[in-house]
């Protein structure tokens, strides 16, 4: 294919994600004071009890323009599978005085990062009034592009470095974790300047560079001893499946199989569209490590 149809193919299927009108959640709960911290809740739509929880964290480079709005129509896809899903919201990059930039800043240095665990703490306590009927026991975590890393990371906080706020005693209560088209491994991912050099942009300055990716590069936190799973599509012009791959070989050197399903022709979006057949082959990935 070549770079203008690949193009073209991409801006239809960006198109297409994001044409479906958001779907509003069946209740709300906080986890901490900031507007930013909030989940949204979807119960499933067959109304089961003892649904197994997806956890949903949205991608947008870690950038402050993008929410989780726009994985809304994903959320709904998941509920009406059969699952109960939780769509979490984190603070996310802003115009700091240590990370100046051109465009929109990626991530927020530790706040992305006090979120999503402060987040994945208090699921069980929220899910407890909110979603009574949802098996908080079978949980599965999913994210996309640069919730893949978040995902990827909420799975791996039991084997943070020492002396890390957010190290865990013991591996989360997971069933698994289902990375989709993650910006999973930082060293390919700068070399390939993903997002526009989003992740230098999430971990600050250079001098910040090394000293903080032991605490944030998913492919510096392995193993994990949770299952973990990739879909990847093999067209993405946003995060190349190199990064995926990148990933994948990390964990085999580690000792640890990583499920890797590269998906021909498809780029980044069709993986969170539910009008898109990649989306099927996600909620099948899903349910694998979910039922």
């Known amino acids: 294919m070549s770079d203008s149809a690949a193009r073209d193919r991409d801006a239809v299927e960006t198109e297409s994600a994001f044409s ?9 709960a906080a986890y901490g004071d900031h507007p930013d ?5 979807y119960a499933p739509r067959d109304g089961r009890a003892g649904a197994p929880v997806v956890v949903v964290l949205h991608g947008g480079a870690w950038r402050g323009p993008y929410d989780r709005l726009h994985v809304t129509p994903f959320a709904d896809f998941l509920a009406r599978r059969g699952f109960a899903v939780a769509n ?14 051109s465009g929109p800043v990626a ?4 706040e992305t990062f006090d979120d999503v665990a402060a987040a994945m703490d208090a699921l069980p306590g929220l899910l407890a ?7 908080a026991r079978r949980v599965v975590v999913t994210g996309h592009s640069a919730g893949g890393q978040l995902a990827l990371w909420a799975a791996a906080r039991h084997v943070l470095p020492q002396g890390s706020p957010w190290r865990l005693a013991a591996a989360p209560p997971l069933r698994g974790v289902v990375a989709l088209a993650p910006i999973a491994d930082f060293g390919t991912a700068v070399e390939l300047d993903v997002c526009s050099g ?11 560079f090394a000293a903080r990716s032991p605490y944030a590069d998913p492919a510096a936190l392995l193993p994990t001893g949770i299952a973990t799973a990739v879909v990847q599509g093999r067209t993405d012009l946003t995060v190349p499946h190199a990064v995926a ?8 050197k580690a000792g640890e199989t990583v499920g890797l399903t590269l998906l021909e022709e498809v780029g980044h979006f069709p993986l969170i569209d539910p009008a898109a057949d990649a989306c099927a082959v ?4 899903i349910a694998q490590l979910a039922w």
Request: proline share 8%; no cysteine; glycine share 8%.
């Open 20 to 28: 479906h009108p958001a779907v509003a959640p069946d209740a709300s």
């Open 37 to 41: 911290q909030v989940i949204d809740f």
């Open 88 to 101: 979490v919201e984190y603070r996310r990059g802003s115009e700091l005085p240590q990370q100046r930039g």
């Open 107 to 110: 991530g927020r240095w530790p």
């Open 129 to 135: 009034v909110v979603l009574p009927e949802a098996d």
């Open 198 to 208: 989003a992740v230098g942009q999430l971990l600050g300055r250079e001098e910040d």
């Open 245 to 252: 791959e990148a990933f994948v070989d990390a964990a085999a």
């Open 282 to 285: 996600v909620a099948e990935e």
